[in-house]
């Protein structure tokens, strides 16, 4: 892996740099090729990450947000984050089900900062959080998730979660189609 190149956020403002861009810079190895994976199959699928944030990319399917993509950054976030925007996934749930995935859902909630065990740092520098909320996702219930993030986040994926997400992925594009999936 290539050490770190600093690009600030003003500088990637200017560029909006292409994701393949910092992929060559602050990821190596199987992170690399596991995230390469997706973005290829994202634009190969019509929905083309588009620079967002300070090492983040937002892919959208129907003018609403499908994927985010985080890379990591010197001094601040020091994984891959995959942010995961299932708005359909009640209607397809059987297919995550038979397919294996449901592991990749469940295990991706994020829990509100504020819930018990959790750090009460760092939560939505700019919206007042009334604690968690109740959430319920392919049949399991959970207590205190965010109220300010979508249901599911992936850390550091490897090739087969990529793989699980790309499933996903096609699952809610086939649900915003109007198609079972």
């Known amino acids: 892996m290539q050490p770190f190149r600093q690009i600030t956020r003003k500088e990637q403002e200017k560029i909006k740099p292409a ?27 019509g929905i083309p990450p588009k620079w967002s944030s300070l090492n983040g990319w937002t892919a959208g399917y129907n003018r609403i947000s499908i994927c985010s993509i985080y890379l990591p950054y010197p001094n601040g976030r020091d994984v891959t984050e995959l942010c995961l925007y299932l708005n359909n996934i009640d209607g397809y749930a059987a297919s995550v089900d038979e397919a294996g995935l449901a592991g990749i859902v469940r295990n991706g909630v994020f829990y509100c900062v504020l ?24 049949g399991t219930t959970f207590h205190d998730t965010c109220r300010h993030r979508p249901q599911t986040w992936v850390y550091d994926p490897d090739a087969q979660t990529v793989d699980g997400v790309i499933k996903l992925l096609a699952m809610e594009r086939g649900a915003r189609d109007g198609g079972a999936q």
């Not at 393949?20 to 995230?35: F, N, P, R, S, W």
């Open 19 to 45: 994701i393949e861009e910092m992929v060559d810079i602050y990821l190596g190895g199987d992170a690399k090729q596991a995230v390469t994976s997706l973005v290829t199959w994202l634009r190969g699928n």
């Open 115 to 138: 819930a018990p065990g959790q750090s009460g740092v760092g939560c939505h520098p700019t919206k007042k959080c009334g604690r968690g909320v109740d959430m319920t996702v392919l």
